[in-house]
């Protein structure tokens, strides 16, 4: 019968053992959870294949005109601005790009002017629109924050879909690739230009409406 | 460090110590990492919750928000990822374990960070920044681990979830390599800084453990000096403080430092009261500035330092001896001194009695000195007055009943003149007082001098009486004869009184030569009755004969043996007596005598060459032919001897008419035919045979003159004859017989010589003297004038010194007789006016001091006033003639005078006294 010191000798590595096991699985399920988070997307918008007619949002005709819907204050949209930075840049002032920020019902305009906002103001040939209550959200049928619609210089919709690789992530996207393709066919070898081959992409934001759209939209988990 | 139980330190290898300092130095650079990295991990936690809020603080539904996912994470999974390492690092600091959990944790913050912070590219340098932190455990296998960590996320998230590793669905190779790669590089520079900073750890514990070893010896060396120095120290102040002497130290300011008790006992000041400058208060004040001033003196020099001076205590004063040696350092600058100090209070006192008791000693034997100088003087100047009368009053008509009464008178005085002599002489030897005068002298002159004082008295009994002196003894020497002559002259005096009948010879042999020195070996034989065996170990004692009927018998003091005894050790040598196995004894005495390098009196050069003739000595006795014998030969004469008459005759007739002896010597005092009969018997049968003829009697006859004139015997002398009166006696009566041959009848017959050569002819041939006698005492006066003129002297008198040196301008004298002590001006300062006259005008006349005193110096005192010789009161004929040729051959060192010693009968006992 071992001694209860040998016990202890042998406990003490064991337990620390467990401890050690039990740590990571935590941690593990931890982060998995944070980068299920990170991955998940929210709701895809359904945009109408054509320029909204009613829609208030300013075009110069004939120019392709790309259309970001973000909620003021999600955080992963920081990373979709950055992304547009990237896309205005890329694209060399070839786009009209217009970005709206939804103020949901209850928040002024001074609530929507955050440090988004300031950001997306700082993007070079980037007109920013208040869009009370998301009604022009809803015109382009955007239910997330970071929706980018790509509409080409005849008005169809080219692409529709986000331009971060995940939750508040910048880097190498499909989205910015997209865009900035279609503005730049020579740049590839296909060019997509009809609506029902639109390029879409996972939008990764918070939810711009409090309620649920019966177009699939889906809003930020908790 | 183990210890041991004796105190010792057991010390591990090198190499063990080193290793043993690594493992803790590592030990204590992962404790140390370790909470460092627990407290970055709380603030990686804090700062992670920080960013969820800054970055992502709310999700929003329209206008609804809640709190950000990523705000939980932040909190809780951050937590999570930080609880467990910051746990580890505070319960199990330093542990393997924990630095590998911490590691795995940093790299889990990272990505948490990274993805709280959306990826932002300025995020990940957290990763590079904790693989550089983790490299402060200098452990490649924590990098190792991180790097694991880093490597299985972003593979797990490469496989699942490839768009949260690069934002698309598929990656290109390149770019996980790119990821890897910059991870791998990091971890290349890192595990070759590890290295580098375990080798320098290696190095720095080796340079411990060495340290370590090094201070060990250090340690050790220092306890054992400690030790020595505590032992050291412990005996200082044992032997201090037992030392029977008081011990001081003082500093290079001349400062007390240290003082043990006996110093306190001996200056009556404390050690605390002495410390500092406070001991000079024990000094005296009188010998303060003195000694202050001499122990700067040596301490400017480092030098020893004594004195001896006197402290002022309760108790009065005390005399101490101090002794300071310098203490240096290794530069030889003065530390200060050691003292030593000894109270000499008693020895200064017994110095003081000393003093007092030797100045009372002097003072003493100088009363004792002039005591015995006035009794001297006392006794001997009546005394002079009784034996010079009465040897004046011999000298007239007397009848046969004066002259006999006169004898006894004056053998009596004679007698009792040497005991007061002898008891005087004792008296002084015994008091230290008897000194040796160092003078010029001959020393067969001497031996003969005193064997003629005896002549007369072994002639009367019948004795032979012989000298026999070597001929390499070396006649002129330094020493004081007076005192040698005391010595011989008692020997033989008591050789003579004790033999009836055969003979007394006094050998003189050379002894050993060294640095200007002889050694003078003398024999004393006799044929006497010899001493008892038992009586021989005690003869040399004061007051002790052979035993008491010697006393009723011969008489004496008893002192002789005992004074010639002392005189001889003071003369450097010894006297012993031995019994002769055919009677009689043997008295041997030595004497250390100076080799005059330049004698004064040369010997007489021969005036006729007596090499090569042939002589015959006819002498009954065997030593006086052997003696002659070997004298003559030494001569470079031919010798021939007979035993008596019978063989003389014998041999003169055998002996070829051509070849006749040049000299014969006979004895007159032979059995059956003595000399006279045989030289008539010899001028019958051979005329020619026998030469010049010379007579040696042991005792004149009257008549004897007429005879030997008659039968033509040149000389007739009286024995004993020194060698040289014997060669002068022989050279004159060759020469004399030299002229007579020349003026020989052509016969050739022997011409008679019509002078015959005897002791007094030679004397008269001398001249005769003016004498100027400086005598206050109308005794002396008559005694000395009287004395003078019986030998054919002219004798001037003056009374005092004034009166002398009138005299001296007056008339010319050849000689002066000068008493000492003269009123008005006594001998000394006459003496020494007359050498200053004779400084300016030239010439020396002799001058003999005449003095009764028997002080010590008395003789130096008379030649440094410039007199020539000495002779004290009583006066006797042969001390004053004596003194005379001494004075006579001073003043005229290369001309040899003498005037008349004695008469023909022989001399008197001389006795000096000095």
Same mark, same amino acid.
């Given at each position: 019968?071992?001694?209860t010191?040998?016990l202890?000798?042998l406990a003490?590595?064991?337990l620390l053992?467990?401890?050690?096991?039990?740590?990571i699985?935590?941690v593990?399920i931890?982060?998995?959870?944070?980068?299920?988070?990170q991955?998940r997307?929210?709701?895809a918008?359904?945009p109408?294949?054509?320029w909204?007619?009613a829609?208030?949002?300013p075009?110069?005709?004939?120019?392709?005109?790309?259309?970001?819907?973000a909620h003021?204050?999600c955080?992963?949209?920081r990373?979709?601005?950055?992304e547009?930075?990237?896309?205005?840049a890329?694209?060399?002032?070839a786009l009209d790009?217009?970005v709206?920020?939804?103020?949901?019902? +209850?928040f002024d305009?001074?609530?929507?002017?955050a440090d988004?906002?300031?950001h997306?103001?700082a993007i070079?040939g980037v007109?920013?629109?208040e869009?009370?209550e998301?009604?022009?959200?809803?015109?382009f049928?955007?239910y997330?924050?970071g929706q980018a619609?790509l509409?080409?210089g005849?008005?169809?919709?080219?692409?529709a +879909?986000?331009?971060?690789?995940?939750?508040g992530h910048?880097?190498?996207n499909?989205?910015?690739?997209a865009?900035v393709a279609?503005?730049r066919?020579?740049?590839?070898?296909?060019?997509r230009v009809a609506?029902?081959e639109?390029v879409?992409?996972p939008?990764?934001g918070?939810?711009?409406?409090s309620?649920n759209?019966?177009?699939?939209?889906?809003?930020?988990p908790? | 460090?183990?210890?041991v139980a004796n105190?010792a330190?057991?010390q @591990?290898?090198?190499?063990?110590?080193?290793?043993?300092?690594?493992g803790?130095?590592?030990l204590?650079?992962?404790t140390q990492?370790?909470?460092m990295f627990?407290?970055?991990?709380g603030l990686?936690?804090?700062?992670?919750?920080?960013a969820?809020?800054?970055?992502?603080?709310?999700t929003?539904i329209?206008?609804?928000?809640?709190?950000h996912?990523?705000?939980?994470?932040?909190?809780f999974l951050?937590?999570?990822i930080s609880a467990?390492?910051?746990?580890l690092?505070?319960?199990? @600091?330093?542990?393997p374990?924990?630095?590998h959990v911490?590691?795995a944790g940093?790299?889990?913050?990272s990505?948490l960070?990274?993805?709280l912070s959306?990826?932002?590219?300025e995020?990940?340098?957290h990763?590079f920044?904790s693989? *550089?932190?983790?490299?402060?455990?200098?452990d490649?296998?924590?990098?190792?681990?991180?790097s694991a960590v880093?490597?299985?996320?972003h593979?797990?998230r490469?496989?699942y979830w490839?768009q949260?590793?690069?934002g698309?669905?598929t990656a290109s190779p390149w770019?996980a390599f790119?990821?890897a790669?910059?991870?791998?590089?990091?971890?290349v520079?890192?595990?070759?800084?590890?290295?580098q900073g375990l080798?320098?750890?290696?190095?720095t514990?080796?340079?411990?453990?060495?340290?370590?070893?090094s201070?060990?010896?250090?340690e050790?060396q220092v306890?054992?000096?400690t030790?020595d120095?505590?032992y050291?120290?412990?005996?200082f102040r044992?032997l201090?403080?037992?030392?029977p002497?008081?011990?001081?130290?003082?500093d290079?300011?001349?400062?007390?430092?240290?003082?043990?008790?006996?110093w306190e006992e001996?200056s009556?000041l404390?050690?605390e009261?002495?410390?500092?400058q406070g001991w000079?208060?024990?000094v005296?004040p009188e010998d303060?500035?003195?000694?202050?001033a001499?122990w700067?003196a040596a301490?400017?020099?480092g030098q &020893?330092?004594?004195?001896t001076?006197?402290?002022?205590?309760s108790g009065? !004063?005390r005399w101490?001896?101090?002794?300071a040696?310098?203490?240096?350092?290794g530069q030889r600058?003065?530390?200060g001194y050691?003292?030593?100090?000894?109270?000499?209070?008693?020895?200064k006192?017994a110095e003081?009695?000393?003093?007092r008791?030797?100045e009372?000693?002097?003072?003493?034997?100088?009363l004792?000195s002039?005591f015995?100088?006035?009794?001297?003087?006392?006794?001997?100047? @009546?005394?002079?007055?009784?034996?010079?009368m009465?040897?004046l009053?011999?000298?007239?008509?007397l009848?046969e009943?004066?002259r006999e009464y006169?004898?006894?008178a004056?053998?009596?005085?004679d007698?009792?003149l040497?005991?007061?002599?002898d008891?005087?002489d004792?008296?002084?030897?015994?008091?230290g007082?008897m000194d040796?005068?160092?003078?010029?002298?001959?020393?067969?002159g001497?031996? %003969?001098t005193?064997?003629?004082?005896?002549?007369?008295?072994a002639?009367?009994?019948?004795l032979e009486?012989?000298a026999?002196i070597?001929p390499d003894?070396p006649d002129?020497?330094?020493g004081?004869p007076?005192r040698?002559?005391?010595v011989l002259s008692?020997?033989?005096s008591?050789a003579?009184?004790?033999?009836e009948?055969g003979e007394?010879?006094?050998?003189?042999?050379a002894?050993?030569?060294?640095?200007g020195r #002889?050694?003078?070996d003398?024999?004393?034989?006799?044929?006497g009755?010899?001493i008892?065996t038992?009586k021989?170990?005690?003869?040399?004692?004061a007051f002790?004969?052979?035993d008491s009927s010697?006393t009723?018998k011969?008489?004496?003091?008893?002192?002789?043996?005992?004074?010639s005894k002392r005189?001889?050790?003071l003369?450097g040598?010894?006297i012993?007596?031995e019994?002769?196995?055919?009677?009689?004894s043997?008295?041997?005495?030595?004497?250390?005598?100076g080799?005059q390098q330049?004698? *004064?009196v040369?010997e007489r050069?021969?005036s006729v060459?007596l090499?090569g003739?042939?002589?015959l000595? #006819?002498?009954d006795?065997?030593?006086?032919?052997?003696?002659f014998g070997e004298?003559?030969?030494g001569w470079g004469m031919r010798v021939?001897?007979? !035993?008596s008459a019978?063989a003389?005759?014998a041999?003169l007739?055998?002996?070829p008419? /051509?070849?006749?002896?040049?000299?014969?010597?006979v %004895?007159?005092?032979?059995?059956?035919t003595d000399?006279?009969?045989l #030289?008539?018997?010899?001028r019958?049968r051979?005329? =020619?045979?026998a030469?010049?003829?010379?007579?040696?009697?042991?005792?004149?006859?009257?008549?004897d003159?007429?005879?030997?004139?008659q039968?033509g015997?040149?000389?007739?002398?009286?024995?004993?004859?020194?060698?040289g009166?014997?060669r002068? #006696?022989?050279?004159?009566?060759?020469a004399?017989?030299?002229?007579?041959?020349?003026?020989a009848?052509?016969?050739?017959?022997?011409?008679?010589?019509?002078s015959?050569i005897?002791?007094?002819s030679?004397?008269?041939?001398r001249r005769s003297?003016?004498?100027?006698?400086?005598? %206050?005492n109308?005794?002396?006066q008559?005694?000395?004038?009287s004395?003078?003129r019986?030998?054919?002297h002219r004798?001037s008198i003056a009374?005092?010194?004034?009166?002398?040196?009138?005299?001296?301008?007056?008339?010319r004298?050849?000689l002066?007789?000068?008493?000492?002590?003269?009123?008005?001006?006594?001998?000394h300062?006459?003496?020494r006016?007359?050498r200053?006259?004779?400084a300016a005008?030239?010439?020396?006349?002799?001058?003999?001091?005449l003095?009764a005193q028997?002080? =010590?110096?008395?003789?130096e005192k008379?030649?440094?006033a410039?007199m020539?010789?000495?002779v004290?009161?009583p006066?006797?004929?042969?001390?004053?003639f004596?003194?005379? %040729?001494?004075?006579?051959?001073?003043? *005229?060192?290369?001309? &040899?005078?003498?005037?008349? /010693?004695?008469d023909?009968?022989?001399?008197e006992?001389?006795r000096?006294?000095a």
């Open positions: 019968m071992p001694s010191l040998a202890r000798r003490r590595p064991a053992a467990l401890l050690v096991v039990a740590w699985a935590v593990g931890g982060m998995k959870a944070l980068l299920d988070y991955v997307p929210g709701a918008a359904q109408p294949v054509t909204p007619a829609s208030a949002v075009r110069t005709a004939g120019k392709p005109a790309l259309v970001l819907m003021p204050k955080p992963c949209t990373a979709t601005l950055g547009l930075e990237g896309i205005v890329d694209t060399r002032g790009v217009s709206l920020f939804v103020i949901p019902r +209850g305009r001074a609530w929507a002017h988004l906002w300031q997306a103001a070079p007109r920013l629109i869009d009370p998301g009604r022009e959200a809803q015109r049928g955007a997330t924050s619609l509409y080409d005849a008005g169809r919709l080219a692409f +879909g986000g331009i971060t690789p995940g939750r910048e880097g190498d499909a989205g910015r690739d865009i279609c503005v066919p020579q740049d590839h070898t296909l060019a609506a029902h639109a879409q992409t939008v990764y918070c939810a711009l409406a309620q759209t019966t177009q699939g939209g889906r809003r930020c908790k | 460090m183990s210890e105190g330190t057991a @591990p290898s090198h190499a063990a110590r080193a290793a043993e300092i690594l803790e130095a590592r204590a650079l992962h990492t370790d909470r627990a407290a970055l991990m990686q936690w804090l700062a992670g919750i920080a969820a809020v800054w970055l992502s603080p709310r929003w329209g206008a609804t928000s809640q709190t996912l990523h705000v939980w994470a932040a909190i951050g937590g999570a467990v390492p910051i746990a690092a505070l319960l199990r @600091p330093g542990s374990f924990t630095r911490i590691a940093q790299m889990l913050t990505a960070l990274i993805h959306g990826g932002r590219i995020t990940h340098f990763v920044g693989l *550089a932190f983790l490299a402060f455990y200098r490649w296998k924590v990098l190792t681990t991180a880093i490597a299985t996320d593979i797990l490469g496989i490839p949260s590793v690069y698309v669905l770019r790119e990821h790669g910059w991870v791998v590089f990091e971890d520079v890192l595990f070759v800084a590890v290295r080798r320098i750890m290696r190095e514990a080796d340079q411990r453990a060495q340290l370590e070893s201070h060990h010896v250090v050790l306890e054992e000096r030790r120095l505590r050291s120290e412990e005996r044992l201090s403080a037992s030392s002497a008081g011990v001081f130290e003082m290079a300011q001349g400062g007390c430092t240290y003082a043990n008790r006996r001996i009556g404390s050690f009261q002495s410390q500092g000079i208060q024990a005296h303060r500035n003195a000694m202050y001499a700067s301490a400017l020099d &020893p330092f004594e004195r001076f006197r402290l002022r205590t009065g !004063e101490v001896s101090y002794h040696a310098p203490r240096l350092d600058a003065r530390l050691v003292s030593s100090i000894e109270d000499i209070t008693q020895q006192q003081a009695e000393l003093i008791a030797r009372a000693a002097l003072e003493a034997a100088r004792k002039e015995l100088a006035n009794m001297s003087h006392e006794i001997r100047t @009546p005394l002079n007055g009784v034996i010079g009465t040897e009053v011999l000298e007239t008509e009848t009943e004066q006169l004898s006894i004056q053998t009596s005085g007698l009792l040497a005991v007061i002599n008891i005087l004792f008296s002084k030897i015994e008091a007082r040796l005068d160092v003078i010029d002298f001959s020393l067969r001497c031996v %003969d005193t064997l003629k004082t005896m002549a007369l008295r002639e009367e009994k019948g009486l012989i026999d070597g003894v002129a020497l330094t004081d007076t040698l002559r005391q008692n020997l033989v008591n003579v009184k004790f033999t009948q007394v010879v006094v050998a003189v042999r002894g050993e030569e060294h640095g #002889v050694r003078v003398f024999s004393v034989t006799d044929t009755i010899g008892a038992e021989v170990e005690t003869i040399f004692e002790r004969q052979a010697t009723r011969y008489g004496g003091t008893g002192l002789g043996l005992a004074i005189l001889t050790e003369m040598g010894g012993s007596v019994r002769r196995p055919q009677g009689g043997v008295f041997r005495f030595t004497v250390d005598m080799v330049e004698p *004064a040369p050069g021969p060459p090499a003739l042939d002589v000595v #006819v002498d006795n065997a030593t006086n032919r052997r003696i004298v003559l030969v021939e001897q007979a !035993e019978r003389a005759l041999l007739e055998r002996r008419p /051509t070849r006749p002896f040049a000299l014969t010597i %004895d007159c005092n032979m059995p059956e000399g006279f009969e #030289v008539e018997r010899v019958e051979a005329p =020619k045979s030469g010049t003829i010379v007579m040696l009697t042991s005792g004149g006859q009257p008549g003159a007429a005879r030997c004139r039968i015997i040149s000389a007739y002398l009286s024995k004993p004859i020194s060698m009166l014997l002068e #006696v022989i050279e004159r009566a060759l004399e017989a030299g002229r007579k041959l020349e003026a009848t052509p016969s050739g017959s022997h011409s008679r010589p019509s015959l005897t002791r007094h030679l004397a008269e041939a003297l003016h004498v100027l006698l400086a005598e %206050d109308a005794v002396n008559v005694l000395a004038s004395l003078l019986k030998h054919g004798v009374n005092h010194g004034l009166e002398a040196l009138e005299l001296l301008e007056r008339d004298f050849d002066v007789l000068m008493d000492v002590h003269m009123p008005r001006m006594g001998g300062e006459a003496s006016r007359i200053e006259r004779e005008s030239g010439g020396r006349l002799p001058i003999v001091a003095t028997a002080m =010590k110096g008395d003789r008379c030649f440094e410039g020539d010789a000495y004290s009161k006066l006797k004929s042969a001390e004053l004596a003194a005379i %040729d001494d004075a006579l051959r001073r003043s *005229a060192p290369a001309t &040899p005078r003498a005037t008349a /010693t004695e023909e009968d022989g001399g006992e001389m000096k006294a």
